[in-house]
């Protein structure tokens, strides 16, 4: 069965430090997804992208988020200035319409 | 504002004991309430979607039920293989997925 990949699988970085969350949708998906989960509380949209562009972001994704589709493959999360908050699981999601996201099984990242 | 609550937010249940979770929503226009599973560590997996009152959808133990307030996923005697957190989450129409808190489920033996 078709798979969303995420690496790494657990990140633990400096605050201040940037950092790329990688992911690899499934081939003929066209929209993508982050999320992120807190530990212990809801998943929470951050952003949506479809056709090359951001198609809607949440409150959470201010100026330090950015995604981009580099290479027509991956799918990435670049946070610029991690703070403490920053830690959560991080999940890509993907789908080929609007509804029915298969999620990938998530990036921890650690912000020390 | 699209509303998600679960409940309970924690139920224990022993092998066979049959029971529900509850999924009430607020949501202006509803395009879609999902189920999803999730185990420790790991990202959701996709178990039903609903898109309109009075549908339902059965797998294997589960069955998920749709009103115009609420959604129920019934499970039919759990095995210890269904503990996990079932998240439910609603999209609107043009908007993303707003996910509850979850319930943790724990099947003992």
């Known amino acids: 069965e078709p798979e969303v990949t995420q690496t790494p699988s657990h990140q633990v970085t400096q605050m201040g430090q940037e950092v790329i969350l990688r992911c690899v949708p499934i081939s003929n998906h066209l929209y993508f997804y982050w999320y992120r989960q807190i530990l212990g509380q809801k998943v929470e949209f951050l952003v949506s992208f479809y056709n090359n562009e951001i198609s809607e972001k949440s409150e959470i994704f201010d100026d330090q988020f950015s995604v981009e589709r580099p290479d027509g493959s991956n799918f990435t999360l670049k946070i610029r200035s991690t703070k403490l908050e920053d830690s959560a699981m991080y999940f890509c999601?993907?789908?080929?319409?609007?509804?029915?996201?298969?999620f990938g099984s998530g990036t921890r990242l650690t912000v020390v | 504002e699209d509303q998600v609550t679960q409940s309970p937010e924690a139920l224990r249940l022993q092998e066979g004991e049959s029971s529900s979770l509850n999924c009430s929503y607020t949501?202006?226009?509803?395009?879609?309430l999902f189920w999803y599973r999730q185990d420790p560590g790991k990202g959701p997996e996709f178990l039903f979607t609903?898109?309109?009152a009075g549908e339902e959808k059965e797998k294997e133990r589960l069955k998920a039920t749709l009103t115009k307030k609420e959604s129920f996923l019934h499970i039919t005697a759990p095995k210890p293989e269904d503990s996990a957190t079932y998240l439910c989450?609603?999209?609107?129409?043009?908007?993303?997925?707003?996910f509850g808190p979850g319930t943790r489920l724990s099947v003992l033996p």
């Open positions: 949501v202006s226009g509803l395009r879609g």
């Open positions: 999601a993907s789908a080929v319409g609007t509804s029915g996201y298969t």
């Open positions: 989450a609603v999209q609107a129409y043009g908007q993303n997925f707003v």
């Open positions: 609903l898109y309109s």
